[in-house]
Each structure stands twice: as C-alpha cells, then as structure tokens.
C-alpha cells in the first residue's frame, strides 16, 4: 500500500498518529510512502500512483473519502496571499489558487510552511481563510483524505486519529523546526488553527467552496 506523504506542518499531528498506527497493525510492513506537495501528490493520486493521500480539495470531488480533512475554522496562517499588480499561483497549491481567485484577492498565493513563515516575519498579506470564514461564515476545507481501496482501513484509521489526543514529540518538533526554520513554540501555535473532523459546517463549506469554483468555471479536473 502506497500513501501519498505531504510533509506540511499541518499533518504533523497525523504523520505521528500513522507512526504508532501502522506499529500496531498488520499495515506495518506493507505500507509505503512516496512525498512531496499538495499539487504533486494529486497527480500521483489521479493516476493511481499512490493509493491514499490527503488530496486538495478541488481535485478530491469525485474520489471515496473519509471524514479527515485539513481545515481552516478561521485564520488559517498558511494560506496566504501578498498583495502585488500581477497575480501569481503558487505551483504548489490546486485549491488555494482556486479560493484565491473565488475572493478575488489579487498577489502572489502562498501556502504550506513559507507561508506560515511569511506570516510570522511580515504584515503585509491577505489570509484566506479568515477572509473565506469572514464572508461566508464557514470553514474551509482545503483537503480530503482520499483512497482508492481499503475503505474499512480508512474508516478505521479515521475513527482511531480522531479519538485521540495527538502528543508531538520534542524530537519529532525538533527535527520539523530545523527542516522548515520555524520555531517550536510557533508550530504548537499554528496546529491550534487546524481541525480535522470534517463536521456539517465543514460540509457546508466545502460545498459551497464547489459550487463557486464550478460557476467561475475555474474547476479543475
């Protein structure tokens, strides 16, 4: 079994509950990862290179998911864009261009770690989550954790990650804070601004996130 691996602060509390999960299930052996960014993993998705991952948003429409996300209630800190004349898409990203352009917020889109390091070093920027959360009074769903196959394992991770209270270990935040320069007091405060659960208000969201991406005719398949 092959899981699509995005290395972002924000599955940090879930990269550490797959680490003790597949310790003590029969996964252990047979699962496997292959990593890199939210655009690139959705490529590897969509052709099947990878059989699960947490898929961005617009492209997991179609797709078998459970109730795990990445979501933003309000601020977000990562998912921002710098006001310029000229728009520019962060190759990265698939959704949050999308919102970008659904807000009409116009700049450089930035998302993941740079982002959440730019938003501590600067003041300068447009976070869309909030701004999303301003308007519409929902939270946005920026992806889904998708699957080919093994719904009943997904299920069951799903209800394991949610029942639990996610401890990171200093270890673990001290290899995360030397890969991205952020600091660990700061990444503890940024995982406050993430949910997982993908409730009905998060539906709600995610839904309406759809409808607009689909009348702007900017959906991408």
Known sequence: MIFGKIQYLNLLPFH?????????????????????????????FLTRKVDAAFISSIS???????????????????????????????TDSASSNILANILGVN???????????????????????????????????????????????????????????????QYILNIASKRTGVDKKDILNYLTFISYKIDNKALCGLKKFYFFAKFKEVYVK
């Open 107 to 169: 700049g450089e889109v930035l998302i993941g770690d740079k982002a959440l390091k730019y938003y501590l070093q600067n003041d300068e920027y447009v976070d869309l989550a909030k701004l999303w959360n301003e308007k519409y009074n929902l939270p946005f769903v920026f992806a889904l954790l998708c699957f080919h196959k093994d719904k009943k394992l997904y299920k069951n991770i799903e209800r394991e990650f949610l029942k639990k209270e996610i401890k990171i270990p």
């Open 60 to 90: 997991a429409k179609k797709f078998q998911h459970v109730n795990l996300g990445i979501i933003a209630k309000k601020e977000v800190l990562s998912v921002l864009v710098i006001p310029h004349d000229k728009n520019k898409k962060d």
């Open 16 to 44: 550490v509950f797959m680490k003790k999960f597949i310790k003590s299930s029969q996964q252990s052996m047979a699962m496997h990862y292959k990593r890199g960014v939210p655009s690139d993993i959705n490529k590897k």
